[in-house]
């Protein structure tokens, strides 16, 4: 079956930690996007990827680094840098064939907490 | 700034329809998308408009005015699973970036 994998389901950060969380996909996109969703509200773009070995800053990407080595992955680390780090991490990718209507597939999602 | 508005909850019983409205601001304008999210799950993409204009996908539909900024979402005929948060996403420039609104929670009631 073709999807986004995310891994892990649930994360715990340690104060000063750094932690990185993994996204896979098989469905053969060029774009890859992270946002994070924090209770209540919408999804906001941290890093975005449209080809491998190049990606850009979305809005909120300070305290976050990204990679892009392969098409099928892009991980996400959450630096010791990112003092509110607790939220609801989303990946997605989507064709760069049609741009405007860039239908974008999530992930299920990992669900980073403090300790 | 961009800036997209959509009510924050709408409450409706089953059977009965539901409109979503979204209102936008933005730098770039592409078309307006819709996504559904239950809860604790991953968005899933619903419609799409970039010109003026109804457009219909079985029980749901989506409208933009592109002159007012302006779009909504139909949901008809709700059923229970149904409720979950739907949020409207502009996409603001030609590599399709997506800037999304927090999120219409919809609760459907017997």
């Known amino acids: 079956d073709g999807g986004i994998t995310q891994s892990p389901k649930y994360l715990f950060r340690k104060e000063g930690q750094n932690v990185t969380l993994s996204c896979e996909q098989n469905l053969n996109h060029d774009a890859m996007y992270w946002y994070r969703q924090d209770p209540g509200q919408g999804l906001r773009l941290i890093y975005y990827s449209q080809i491998v070995n190049d990606f850009q800053k979305g809005d909120i990407a300070e305290g976050y680094s990204v990679s892009r080595e392969k098409k099928e992955s892009f991980p996400l680390t959450v630096t010791s840098a990112q003092k509110n780090p607790t939220a609801f991490y989303l990946c997605?990718?989507?064709?760069?064939?049609?741009?405007?209507?860039?239908?974008?597939?999530f992930g299920a999602g990992t669900r980073l907490s403090v300790l | 700034g961009q800036s997209l508005e959509q009510p924050s909850e709408v409450t409706a019983v089953e059977g009965a329809i539901v409109q979503i409205n979204c209102t936008y601001q933005?730098?770039?304008?592409?078309?307006l998308s819709w996504y559904q999210q239950h809860d604790g799950g991953a968005p899933t993409f619903l419609s799409y408009n970039a010109l003026d204009g109804l457009e219909e996908t079985g029980r749901f539909s989506s409208f933009l005015s592109r002159s007012d900024s302006y779009g909504y979402l139909l949901l008809q005929e709700l059923q229970m699973k149904d409720s979950a948060s739907y949020f409207c996403a502009v996409t603001t420039d030609s590599w399709g970036k997506l800037q999304f609104g927090a999120g219409t929670q919809v609760v459907v009631t017997p």
């Open positions: 997605a990718s989507s064709l760069r064939r049609d741009r405007a209507k860039n239908i974008q597939y």
């Open positions: 933005t730098s770039g304008f592409y078309g």
